[in-house]
């Protein structure tokens, strides 16, 4: 490749497929605790979810991992995926979802230019729920450049949010 590329300003990531041991664990995990919904199901093996109606977001199969082992956390592989809010508010109430249904939560930040809450699905994989804060308020230096930090966020202050 001799010229550099530049993927187009409207490009974005479509879906997520993961590779599970348990289909129906995991669907429960994401319809149950996330709030996706099951688009569609290929028999036993694979099923599709979303958000909002749209074909799929996530899709969940177990063709080459049936009953297999949680990967090692030294291990390559995807580090999460990550599911955007529209607000605060909507955050705080997917964070308290995740709250009551047990998951344990492996950490949060407040990076300046997103607030995100990170924990695993049951089969490992990292899972981050998170907003992002209008552009115009993006922390940047004297030069324009970004400038994302990792400070500590505000759980309860985000939970208190989820009961308005």
């Known amino acids: 490749m001799t010229q550099a590329y530049t993927a187009p300003p409207g490009t974005r990531i ?6 599970v041991a348990d ?11 996330i ?18 109606g749209y074909h799929h977001h996530l899709g969940l ?5 049936l009953g297999g082992p949680r990967p090692p956390r030294n291990a390559v592989g995807l ?3 990550a599911f955007l809010y529209p607000d605060r508010t ?9 709250i009551e249904a047990g998951v344990e939560i ?7 230019v997103s607030e995100a809450i990170y924990f695993s699905d049951p089969d490992g994989n990292g899972i981050e729920l998170y907003r992002d804060r209008a552009e115009a308020d993006w922390p940047r230096d004297a030069k324009g450049q970004l400038q994302m930090v990792n400070a500590r966020l505000d759980l309860d202050g985000l939970l208190a949010l989820a009961a308005t």
Do not use: P
Not at 14 to 19: F, Q, T
Not at 61 to 65: G, H, I, K
């Open 14 to 19: 479509g879906h997520v497929h993961l590779k």
């Open 23 to 33: 289909l129906e664990r995991s669907i429960a995990f994401y319809r149950d605790v």
């Open 35 to 52: 709030g996706l919904e099951v688009t569609q199901r290929y028999g036993a093996q694979a099923a599709f979810l979303s958000a909002g």
């Open 61 to 65: 199969n177990t063709w080459e991992s």
């Open 79 to 81: 580090y999460h995926t």
């Open 90 to 98: 909507a955050l705080a109430r997917a964070f308290r979802r995740v």
């Open 106 to 112: 492996e950490g949060a930040a407040d990076h300046g």
